[in-house]
């Protein structure tokens, strides 16, 4: 296997890992899934070593769904994609969506929900649900125009994660709404006081 | 003050328990998936498909991230009758018939489909089950068992109507003979006279 120097990381990664906040393994899990059905074991294993030399291991084989992960380990790892596999900002999009069609939790909340409408207005409950910090609301929804606003507070860990975010969004939307875009509008990371996504659909 | 039966035990133990007990879960429920040799799928009340087991893509060669938030028809041939089987099944809770899966690669598998309508635990409708057996081997042995009974038939009937017509001709020659040997006794009657 290639050796990369990460080094330079080992900064970033501890500042991450110190942000308080949990989240589901199921999300971790499918984020690596995503990764291992990209670019096969060769990308996740380059991932996961990298992860252990920065001291924080993880192995796609061990995480539990249901048990608690630091949430800056998920940011870690998006940041790793780009610095170790070249992921582009649009890969980083990519791989979360496609990490939303293999999370266990996913499946297991989206099997239920009746309508888009029904989905956007539980983002809430659902958020919390997997993550510890952070808020996320539906701060608008307008049927006849055919749009909604996300407003996700009190949640700063890395640019790269707002990418993530969106396309993971998206790919719970798609569970019910074929035609659904997604759009960040607002970033926390740029000065706004939240991060914003902006929903349309057909 | 009355003592209960209610366990003791701190709620950190219990949580930590239920987690192993999740965790089991969760390990049984991968891994009784992959070992599944039958093609299983969960749909969401609107039909989209949320999750597949390994026999699944081996049989459509459609993988995870191929097929999962796609609707059930992509997978079949006879796209009406899907939605239909899903309104039955929805209506009497299971429905079962033959479809013709097209794979990944444009392979087309005859399968027999089941759909199950699955209810919460208040009775709420959340989606369905749904099984496929490849029964292409099955349906292409039948076939030919058709096909060699359909030619034996076919040889049977050839050779009675050889027989028949082989009949007709020993009868005739009967009725003739028996024609024949009446014009003898009558002209060695005329003789006599």
């Known amino acids: 296997m290639i050796m990369f120097d990460i080094s330079y990381l080992q900064e970033e990664a501890d500042r991450l890992m110190k942000i308080p906040g949990v989240q589901k393994g199921a999300v971790l899990k499918s984020h690596l899934a995503a990764i291992k059905e990209r670019g096969g074991t060769e990308s996740l294993a380059k991932i996961e070593k990298a992860l252990s030399d920065l001291g924080y291991p993880l192995k796609l084989q061990e995480i539990k769904s249901m048990r608690e992960y630091p949430e800056g380990q998920t940011a870690l790892v998006s940041l790793l994609c780009q610095k170790l596999l070249g992921y582009t900002d649009e890969d980083i999009f990519n791989q979360a969506f496609a990490a939303s069609k293999l999370s266990f939790f996913g499946q297991l909340v989206m099997r239920t929900f009746l309508s888009f409408e029904q989905v956007i207005k539980n983002v809430s409950r659902y958020w919390r649900k997997h993550v510890s910090v952070g808020e996320l609301e539906c701060y608008e929804f307008n049927k006849k125009e055919k749009f909604a606003i996300l407003r996700l507070k009190k949640y700063v860990f890395h640019p790269v994660v707002c990418l993530s975010l969106a396309g993971y969004f998206l790919g719970m939307f798609r569970y019910v709404q074929p035609n659904v875009k997604i759009k960040e509008t607002r970033c926390a990371h740029k000065g706004a006081p939240f991060h914003e996504f902006k929903v349309t659909w057909q | ?193």
């Open chain 2, 1 to 193: 003050m009355a003592k209960t039966n209610i366990s003791k035990k701190p709620v950190k133990d219990e949580a930590k328990i239920l987690q192993a007990d999740l965790d089991e879960l969760e390990w049984y429920i991968d891994d009784f998936s992959t070992f599944l040799p039958l093609a299983v799928c969960t749909l969401n009340p609107l039909g989209i498909i949320v999750n597949v087991n390994k026999a699944f893509e081996v049989l459509t060669g459609y993988s995870v991230l191929d097929i999962v938030r796609e609707p059930l028809s992509v997978v079949f041939l006879e796209k009406e009758a899907v939605g239909k089987m899903e309104e039955k099944a929805k209506q009497k809770g299971i429905s079962k018939t033959e479809l013709t899966a097209i794979s990944k690669n444009g392979r087309k598998i005859v399968t027999t489909v089941s759909i199950a309508a699955r209810k919460d635990k208040k009775g709420v409708f959340i989606g369905y089950f749904v099984a496929m057996t490849d029964i292409t081997e099955l349906k292409n042995l039948q076939m030919n068992l058709e096909g060699q009974v359909a030619r034996k038939t076919k040889e049977l009937q050839e050779k009675l109507a050889d027989l028949e017509k082989f009949a007709k001709l020993v009868v005739g020659r009967e009725l003739k003979m028996i024609e024949l040997k009446n014009k003898i006794k009558e002209m060695e009657k005329a003789d006599k006279i």
